[in-house]
Structure formats: structure tokens, C-alpha cells
């Protein structure tokens, strides 16, 4: 008799102590799924922001304002045939620097560069600089900034065409010396740093650093 | 035990009614239990159904966040075209501005230089409910305008459609109106695919290639602004698949800026403008009478010793040579005669049903809205024949002619132009006009031209380039105008496997000092195709290779003079003793 009567305690007792283990477990999972979900957003904000920063990105470095920095600035060329090898034998016997043709590789030089500005009356290039400038108003950018951004890319740019091809030993070496005499677009490739790197623009960025490393704390 | 509270002894049940009575609620009780218990299993139903089929609510909202608004469009090669990105927008409710508003119109004059004080005080007392300021505000001006502290200004960040290369491919992308709807171009074409919910997460390919683009845009506008042409035109067709590489038509606008944008440059010269082509039809001719059999033979003569008088028409060359030419004579010096003597040796029936297989008779195959109707001859006299031969008496669009040109270069099969990515191997089937005998002759030719003859500045060293020019002399009130001109140069290369048509049209352009005068196609049209295969080609897939070329051989001895114009070394010898610095002269 007395057991029957605790055996209905026991049971009591049991609801008591499983149905809250059970309720916490489906919590803890609850409470999982929720930091699961919260990470996931996360997850989408980030590529959110990434295709914002993409695009950004695209638009500042867009191609126009690329080939008018190379026209000022970098003066990389399309490459010529001479450049590319069609075999291990062609580019065994490459002898970059020797024999005539050198004048033809020049005079077949072409520099992609923007329009010049002395067209900027016709109509036509009214719409085209007011492209060139800032196409899109997102963000107006530091110029020194852009221009680091630009340099980067047009350098990547002729790599990127030549590593396409595999198959072509992309005779990088062809490039001659350059002469002696330096010329003022020259000095402006090689003075490229230093207006990058300016004091003012590196502050700038430090600062932009630090105050980040401060939220991120 | 004392009852202190006893209902009246009259008024106590009797046993019978007891009995009664418990029956009564028993049979309540019965209906409350049962009430109960279908208002719990409706619950426990519900419950189970939602646990059963209910969708969790946080997983489609987290998909969404990355879905945009309308679809991306992309290039060949996966670069964005055009993209919904969240932008801020600046706006003002006047009926809740708290400030002084002269003030305010005053501050907001100096932050957002769009508009004078006195439009923006006009604005603010104008009693409208809700104006913007600036769509598409950057941050910092967000942060400017914030600063004025005034409550009656709102932000909001709103999507709106950026292309981030501006106005680079303009034409073919198009724009959106205010509601988000494309107006234009692939916007338009591809609108209810962008928009559809189910399929504007996946971005859609178009068949340019970005890289391409810019390089065919800017020597265009290059060779626009040096020629001070009226207008400009340009397109790279893929010649096994009829995929557009590039196309430009110039002057351009900016897409992400309509408004500011002058709404005649909203025409695309590729496909909404028919020109008269001229001479670059003649290859045309000339790939008939060999598929016809009329020109049996490369060294069938025909005279060009006079001017043609047909009926009161009389046709002229530019390069007299006043002799019997050969059929790729007729091609390198461009003989009007020649080729009108062919013409009528075709015949109304043959030259009229080439032309409409080449699809001249028809609007151009092209996903983009708003195409022109080519000029189609409403009669074909005799001299209708003979002047079509040559690109005149019918007007179509360039990219009518790029897509004859691919098919005359590629084996012959004629396959409608497309600005959709196609991927490799599922290129439509098209159909057939030339012979795969007549295209390789074609090939021939067409490089002979320019080795030879009038092309001569679109030899692109190692890109084996053939073409053909043509400059045609604009049709204006009572007659041709002698002194503008259409200039045009197609072209195809490599010319030993060709794989892309390169087509740049300059209209109207007046001779400078580099070309001596000449406003002519070899001229000012030839050279910007030179540079634009010089700056494509290689992307394009194309490896630059001075040692190949197409077979002449058998087509060079039929040439009166067969030296060529540009020998691969001979011209090297002249300039060896000066090296050019890079940078130093372009």
C-alpha cells in the first residue's frame, strides 16, 4: 500500500525532474538555432557589404578612369607580336635586346589613354569627362587614394592578359632598356610613391586604422 | 452540527427529482468536457501543423537579404555591368521643417550645390508633401545634410540600379525609369528575367566583354574627337556564334545620370541608325558572282577603262586606273565600274535574293528594342542592281553588314547577332548563304585588300587583318553631299581561322593634318580598327603571330603590281636607325 502511494510520488517526482531537463534541452537547441541563424545573418550582412565594397570598388577603378591614369601616368602599351612566343624554341632563341625590329615593335605601340581633354567642347566629351570624373556619386574619394587604387590594377592588368595564355612564354623580358634621359613622365612614374604615400594620405589611412582597431575593441 | 444556512425544507429536491437532476448535469458536465476537448485538439492540430509544414520564418529572410531588388547583369567574363546597390537618398517633408526655412534653404544651398538658395526656399514653401533633394546621395553628403539638424529632412536608403562602368556600353545596357522599369537596351529585353523573383538572384551574362568594350569606345571616340566626326560606330562580332564582343555608338551618355543626358545620344548608330555603307558592300558582290559562278575565274577581266553611263547614271571610280581589272583588282583599288558591270552580269533576281538572305530586306536580329527597318529598294531597275553592288540605293545598319561579313568569312553561314552569352557548342544552327569554297576565297581577298590595296592602315601587325573600306558619300537635300561622307571599315581577323568582325563607322569626318586631308575610310576608319585589334586581339583569345597568314599565293601573281604595301620586314629597314622611346611620341 505504501509503496503504491510512493510509487505515484515517484512519478510525480520524475515529470518534475525530466519535463524540465527535456524543456531545457529544447532551449539550449532553441537558443543554438538562434545564434545558428544570428551567425548566418551576420554571414549575408557580410556579403552584403562585400558586394557594396565590389561595386565601389568597380566604379571608382571603372575602365575609363583606368586607361586615363595609364594615359598620364603609367603608359603601359598593348602588347606587340614580338611578345608573345609560340614555343619552348622561340623562347630559347629570343634575343630581346639584338637585331632590327626594335623601331617596328616601338612604332606599333599603342597606349590605351582617355580622350584628350582638349575635346572636352564637343558635346560628346562633355558627357563622357563628367563620366570619367566620378560616375557615380558614391562617395566622393581622396585622389591620392584612387590613384593607389588605379596603379594596382593597371599594373595587374597586362599580367593578367599575358598569364592568361599558358601556352605563350609571355616574353616579359622583351621590354627594353629604357634611355638614359629621363623625361618628366618618367620622373613622374618614378616620383609615383611618394605622391601616394603622401604624409597627409598616410595619416589619413593611420587614423582610419586606429579609430577601427578602437571599435573593433 | 447546526445547519446555518438550510434551503426551505419546500424547497428541497425530492429523491426522484435527485435523480433527475444529476442525470442533467452529468450531461452538461459531458458537454463542457467535450468542449474542452475540441478546443484543445484544435490547438494541438494548429501546433502540430505548424510544426509539421510551417516554414521557418528566419530562413527565407536571410536568403532574401542577399536576392537583390532586380537582377545583375554581367559581362563575358563575370565583370558587372549594372547592379541594385542600397543608396541614400536625401529628402524633405516642408510641412514639418521647425527651422527657419530661409535659413535652411540658405545652409541647404551651400551643402547641395545642385540647386540657388532661392529654388531651394521655393521648394521649401511650395506646400508639397514630400521632395527630394538628392537620390543617389553619397554618405558624406548624408552626414553634411544631417548636420543642419533639421527634423523635416529624411533619409532613407533605397535601391537604385548602378552601372558602375557609366556610360561604357550605355547603349546596349540601357537605363531604368523612375519606377525601376527598363527603358532601353538589355534593361528593356531582359526585364520581366531581371525582375522575376526567381530567377533575379542569378545574374545574367550578356555576350560582352567589358575589356573589349573599352578599348572599341575609346579609340572610337578618340578617332571621334580627331576627326571632329558627328557620330561614331563600332561593333566586334564573334563570327561562329554571332555573340557582340562590343558594341559602341557614339556620342554616348551616362546611364547612371539620365536626366543630365542629352536624349539624342540616346540612339544606338549600331542598330537604330541605316546608313548607306558604300564600298564595303562590294566583297558582298563579289562573294555572289563567285557563289553564282558569274566570276568562274580570279582572272575574269571586267572594264573599267570609262565611266559607266547607264541610262542618265553615270558611275565613277575614285581610283581611276582606267584598264581592265580582275576581280581582286576590282577589290583592291575599288572599282565602281568593275563591280557594277558584275552586278548586272548577276542580275535583279540573284542580287536581290542574296541580299535578302543575308537578312537586308528586315529589321537586324538583335535583342535590343527600337531597331531600324533597312531602306530596301522599292524597285529594282538595272541601275539599282549596279548600285546596291556597290552600297548605294540601300541603307542598313552596321550591324547588318558585320553579321553578312561574319558569314561571309566564316564558312558561309549566316547566323543572327546575339547579346546573350552563348555558351561554347550550343551557337544556333543559322543558315547557309555562301559556299565553304566561296568563304575561303573570300578570306583571300579580303586580306589582299589589305596588303594591297585601300586597307592598308588596319594591318594590325600578326593579326592577319582583311577588310574592306568604304566611304560613302551622305544623302542630303537633292543629292549626295560631296563633302561629308560615311566612312566605314569591316573587317575580319585572323583571316587564316577568323573568329571575330570588327566594324568602326565614322560619320561625317573632316580630314586633319595626320591624314593629310582625306576624310576617306582608309583613312580615318582603317586606323582605329588597326588599334582596336591591337588592343583587343590578344584579350579576345587571338595570338598575335608574324610567321602566318592566310594562302594568297595563288591570287598575288593575278595583280598587276603585286608588291605589297606593308612588307612584314622590308618596313623596318626605313625606321631601323630611329628607336623610339616608350612614351616618347604617340
Known sequence: ????????????AAGLIVAPGCYLVSSMVAAERTRVEAVERAIATAHKDIRQLETEFDTRANLAQLERWNGEVMRYTAPTPQQFLASD?????????????????????????????????????????????????????????????????????????????????????????????????????????RSLLKDSSFGDLMKGVRAEARRAR | ???????????????????????????????????????????????????????????????????????????????????????WSIGVRPDKVIGDKAELAR??????????????????SSGARFTYLQRRAVPELVAAVHALGEPGIEFAREPQRLYPQASLGAHVLGYLDFDGKGVTGMELALDKQLTDPAMRGKPVALSLDLRAQAALESELSAAMTSFTAKGAAGVILDVASGEVVAMASLPTFNPNNIKGSNPEHFRNNVTQSVYELGSTFKPLTMAFAIETGVAPSMAKRYDATAPLQVGGFRIRDDHAQKRWLNIPETLIHSSNIATARIADELGKDR????????????????????????????????????????????????????????????????RPATLRKIEPGKAPAGRRVIS???????????????THGTGGKADAPGYRVGGKTGTAEVPGAGGYKRNQNVSTFAAAFPMDAPRYVVLVMLDSPVGNAQTFGF?????????????????????????????????????????????????????????????????ADE
Not at chain 2, 522599292?378 to 561579313?405: C, D, E, F, Q
Open chain 2, 519 to 583: 576624310s576617306t575610310a582608309g583613312w580615318t576608319a582603317a586606323p582605329v580598327v588597326n588599334r582596336v585589334i591591337m588592343r583587343t586581339g590578344a584579350m579576345l583569345g587571338v595570338v598575335p603571330d608574324e610567321t602566318r597568314d592566310v594562302n594568297v599565293a595563288d591570287v598575288t601573281p593575278l595583280l598587276w603590281k603585286a608588291e605589297p604595301k606593308n612588307k612584314p620586314k622590308g618596313a623596318a629597314v626605313a625606321a631601323a636607325t630611329r628607336i623610339v622611346a616608350p612614351g
Open chain 1, 89 to 193: 624554341t622561340a623562347l630559347a632563341s629570343l634575343r630581346a635586346l639584338e637585331g632590327d625590329g626594335m623601331a617596328e615593335r616601338y612604332a606599333a605601340m599603342v597606349v590605351p589613354e582617355g580622350v584628350p581633354d582638349a575635346a572636352a567642347e564637343t558635346p560628346q566629351a562633355v558627357a563622357a569627362s563628367a563620366v570619367a570624373t566620378t560616375p557615380v556619386k558614391v562617395a566622393a574619394v581622396k585622389a591620392d587614394a584612387g590613384k593607389a587604387v588605379a596603379a594596382v590594377v593597371t599594373k595587374a592588368a597586362p599580367a593578367a592578359a599575358v598569364a592568361s595564355k599558358p601556352q605563350l612564354a609571355a616574353a616579359a623580358a622583351v621590354k627594353p632598356v629604357k634611355p638614359a634621359v629621363k623625361t618628366r613622365r618618367e620622373e613622374a612614374v618614378a616620383m609615383l610613391d
Open chain 2, 107 to 124: 545652409m541647404l544651398a551651400a551643402t547641395l550645390p545642385g540647386k540657388s538658395e532661392a529654388e531651394y526656399a521655393k521648394l521649401l
Open chain 1, 1 to 12: 500500500m505504501a509503496i503504491k502511494a510512493l510509487n505515484g510520488l515517484g512519478w510525480y
Open chain 2, 351 to 414: 542580287m536581290e535574293s542574296m541580299f535578302r538572305k543575308l537578312g537586308f530586306d528586315s529589321r537586324p536580329d538583335i535583342e535590343l528594342s527600337g531597331n531600324a527597318a533597312p531602306l530596301w529598294p522599292k524597285y529594282w531597275a538595272r541601275t539599282t542592281v549596279m548600285t546596291t553592288a556597290y552600297g548605294h540605293g540601300i541603307a542598313v545598319t552596321p550591324l547588318h553588314l558585320a553579321s553578312a561579313y561574319a558569314a561571309l568569312v566564316n564558312g558561309g553561314v549566316w
Open chain 2, 1 to 87: 452540527m447546526t445547519v446555518l444556512v438550510a434551503p426551505a425544507p419546500r424547497n428541497r429536491t425530492r429523491p426522484g427529482n435527485r435523480q433527475a437532476g444529476l442525470a442533467v448535469a452529468h450531461v452538461r458536465l459531458m458537454i463542457l468536457a467535450l468542449l474542452f476537448a475540441a478546443g484543445i485538439s484544435v490547438i494541438v492540430g494548429r501546433l502540430l501543423l505548424l510544426a509539421l509544414f510551417a516554414e521557418p520564418a528566419a530562413a527565407t529572410s536571410v536568403n532574401a537579404m542577399l536576392v537583390p531588388l532586380r537582377g545583375d547583369l554581367i559581362d563575358r567574363n563575370g565583370a558587372p555591368l549594372a547592379r541594385t546597390i542600397d543608396a
Open chain 2, 436 to 450: 565553304e569554297a566561296t568563304s575561303a576565297r573570300m578570306r583571300q581577298l579580303m586580306r589582299l585588300i589589305v
